[in-house]
């Protein structure tokens, strides 16, 4: 249930350069601290909850680093050109 939002969250943060910026600035945010979850034995299972080890962790990051890309240093450039 958590992807299908993040999915429907994304498809309506499309329709404008600073939703679409801020979708992926927070999800980077998101991603960045499930990966650090992962990496930690203590909450690796997201406090008993969710399974966040093995290939997750690798997703998360790389998750993380491309929503990062998108939502800072692309949207800057997009933003300094229309202005």
Request: net charge positive; aromatic share 12%.
């Amino acid at each position: 249930m958590i992807h299908i939002g993040v999915g429907i969250w994304g498809i309506l943060a499309a329709r404008s350069i600073l939703r679409a910026a801020i979708f992926a600035r927070v999800n980077a945010v998101l991603f960045g601290v499930l990966f650090l979850l992962g990496i930690s034995p203590a909450t690796n299972t997201l406090f008993g909850l969710l399974p966040l080890f093995g290939p997750d962790i690798w997703l998360h990051l790389l998750s993380a680093a491309i929503a990062g890309y998108c939502g800072f240093a692309a949207a800057a450039r997009v933003h300094a050109w229309h202005t």
